[in-house]
């Protein structure tokens, strides 16, 4: 129970306030049935792990990539890692906004940021793959926003996976979206995040985080803590000195400033990905992937192979719900 004055807000109002506000996509999810259909790595969230009050509804909010930035093939690419830093920041004031507007209307909600982990969980193992607080992934499926695909990115119709994702939890009144039934992703036959991969992360439905973190955080907490322990391995001080100085120091400093590195890094598998009504803008600079290799063009065709004998793999069967029927 609220003691704010509560408005009438329909689903179609939110939406039209968040569109005003600058996001390119929105969906509600159920807040009860995402407690019924947690994610099933371990560990996994949902609402009622965050709040008691305000998770009967979960807003997924998505901004789309700028598309010059998506054209640049590059990984280790600063200004696409600062470019989408920018996209994140730009998100999470739309989100704050609506998390005003809805306040304003009455009802209380809060915002589950898309990069920060849970700080009360840590293993004291830098390298460990950590999940964020709610998986918006699966709240954006649970939202009738798109569906998993092999390398687990979320895809929209609209913009493939080409797009960041922030979610808001509230009890507003609010009308849920379906979620869709049928996978957007063209499986194995179509691999191409597969074999965009650097780090070789893409598996059948799922990825090796941990082998990914590295490409997509490339700054971040892993990438600090080898290189102090490097620095404080050092017997020599002059050399100690000068890793002080080094290209990996400024980087890690330049990305702890913006954040840009940390939280923003590689996303080729997301590029390359030809679903998506963008993907024409995108497709004279993309299309060709130079990290194909003929060991990544057998395993795609041992998956498709184990497709058509329908020997679907126990990713895609625990992941069914927000992969789709292939
Ligand atoms: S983000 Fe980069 S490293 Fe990670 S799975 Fe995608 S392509 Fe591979
Ligand atoms: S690149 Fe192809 S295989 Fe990968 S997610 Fe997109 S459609 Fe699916």
Known sequence: MTMLHEHQISATRLKQKAHSLGADLVGIADGAIMEQFPPSFPGAQTPRDITDHDGERCIVLAKRYSIGTTRLPRVDERHKYYNDELTLTELEAISLELVLWLEDQGYPALIIPPTHVDPWVYFGEPDQHMQTILSLTHAAVEAGLGTLGLAEQLITPQYGPR?????????????????????????????????????????????????????RSPHGFHALADHLSEII???????????????????????????????????????????GSDYEKLQDALDEIPETSPEKTTRLESYSAAEKDNRLPAAYRTAKRWIGTI
Do not use: N
């Open 163 to 215: 797009v960041m994702l922030t979610a808001l939890l509230t009890s507003a009144p609010l009308e849920a979206d379906k979620k869709m039934d049928e996978a957007l992703c063209k499986g194995p036959s179509c691999g191409r995040c597969l074999q965009t991969c650097p780090a070789d992360a893409v598996r059948h439905y799922e990825r090796d985080w941990q082998a990914c973190d590295k490409f």
């Open 233 to 275: 391995d050092e017997p020599d001080p002059q050399k100690k000195k000068e890793m002080l100085r080094s290209k990996e120091q400024f980087y890690i400093w330049q990305s702890m400033l913006r954040g840009a590195g940390v939280v923003t890094g590689c996303r080729r598998c997301q590029d390359v990905c030809p679903v």
